[in-house]
């Protein structure tokens, strides 16, 4: 699909929030986002609240992009997948599919997260790791003891 991008200027209104075309792509970015003109934003994706594109990553297909996560790299996050929460997808990360990654979580390097997996919490994927079908994987950082006195 070859879509051409006419203008940047707002074309929408949701919520208070006003939308723009991504020049690269032609998906909905809100006016308190950011994606970098590097970055491929597909025409039925949306980048909302505060979160961030950037580089060359790819966000199509009819994926979400919310709160504060951060994709980067040439990460590519796509179908009906959904980044939110403070969650960044970095390198050349995947997630796909109706998969949510979420919370604190990161996916990095080659690592994807596919089907109705969901990552959430603290947890951290990367290296070339795989996380499918409907698992749900969550990952609480270590309290440490407080010494005694």
């Known amino acids: 699909m070859d879509v051409k991008v006419f203008t940047t200027d707002a074309v929408v209104e949701i919520d208070g929030v006003k939308y723009h075309h991504h020049p690269?792509?032609?998906?909905?970015?809100?006016?308190?986002?950011?994606?970098?003109?590097?970055?491929?934003?597909?025409?039925?994706?949306k980048i909302c609240g505060r979160a961030r594109v950037l580089e060359q990553a790819h966000v199509f297909g009819s994926a979400w992009i919310f709160d504060e996560a951060e994709i980067s790299g040439t990460a590519e996050v796509f179908s009906n997948a959904r980044v939110f929460g403070n969650a960044p997808v970095s390198g050349d990360a995947?997630?796909?599919?109706?998969?949510?990654?979420?919370?604190?979580?990161?996916v990095s390097g080659y690592a994807e997260v596919s089907?109705?997996?969901?990552?959430?919490?603290?947890?951290?994927?990367?290296?070339?790791?795989?996380?499918?079908?409907?698992?749900?994987?969550?990952g609480e950082k270590r309290k440490e003891a407080a010494a005694a006195a």
């Open 94 to 106: 995947k997630v796909f599919g109706d998969a949510k990654v979420f919370g604190n979580a990161a």
């Open 24 to 45: 690269n792509g032609g998906g909905m970015v809100a006016e308190t986002a950011h994606a970098d003109d590097t970055a491929y934003i597909g025409p039925f994706a």
């Open 115 to 138: 089907d109705s997996a969901e990552v959430f919490g603290d947890t951290r994927v990367s290296g070339r790791a795989k996380i499918t079908g409907d698992t749900k994987l969550f």
